[in-house]
């Protein structure tokens, strides 16, 4: 097992296109979480699940981000309509129940 | 409202020096305070977590502790490769971690 594995590392979009971006997590790890950090801050949590149900999203989730988790395997979390502030390092992490969460490289996205 | 506050937010120190990094929280429903390293361009990795006031972990040259309102990183004689961004969370009763904006460590040979 090679930890948690995000897809692209960097992702150049123009403003207005649609981005998707895939984690696997650590096999057998039931939660799956998205966070966003942009520079000089800490990561923001975005959404979690555990198995295939996503238990929790922030109010940093617009109607424009959506994350699915199918099987409750690897997560997709697509953005539509990119905005220039959504350019961010986009996290993704996995754990078991009640455990310390590991994190991913991150996938850099840049809206230009 | 859940908020985590680290300081200082830079600390250059000559290799060998010895220092603390603080995170005071508040945090309603605190099930457990985390402990993140995370070098440029990279995801964070995990450190050490803390569940209650008066407990230690140690790993290499550091040491977290953590009271009722703050948590302690402290690092012994470090290296150039302890330079890094540390990073605070806790960890809320809805098992989200709440994150602060880090120290960012160097140590300087």
């Known amino acids: 097992d090679t930890g948690v594995s995000q897809d692209p590392r960097h992702k150049i979009t123009k403003r207005g296109q649609n981005v998707t971006f895939r984690c696997d997590p650590i096999s057998e790890h039931n939660r799956l979480y998205w966070y966003r950090q942009t520079l000089g801050q800490g990561p923001e949590f975005l959404t979690y699940f555990q198995n295939e149900a996503q238990l929790e999203k922030s109010r940093l989730l617009s109607d424009r981000f959506s994350a699915e988790r199918p099987k409750g395997s690897f997560s997709t979390l697509e953005i539509q309509r990119t905005e220039q502030g959504d350019s961010a390092m986009y996290l993704c992490a996995s754990s078991f129940v009640n455990t310390e969460a590991f994190f991913g490289q991150g996938t850099r996205l840049t809206v230009v | 409202e859940d908020q985590v506050t680290q300081s200082p937010e830079a600390l250059r120190l000559q290799e060998g020096e010895s220092s603390s990094l603080n995170c005071s929280y508040t945090?309603?429903?605190?099930?457990?305070l985390f402990w993140y390293r995370q070098d440029p361009g990279k995801g964070p990795e995990f450190l050490f977590t803390?569940?209650?006031a008066g407990e230690e972990k140690e790993k290499e040259r550091l040491k977290a502790t953590l009271t009722k309102k703050e948590s302690f990183l402290h690092i012994t004689a470090p290296k150039p490769e302890d330079s890094a961004t540390y990073l605070c969370a806790g960890q809320t009763g809805a098992n989200n971690l709440f994150f602060g904006t880090g120290t960012r460590l160097t140590v300087i040979p």
């Open positions: 945090v309603s429903g605190l099930r457990g």
């Open positions: 803390l569940y209650s």
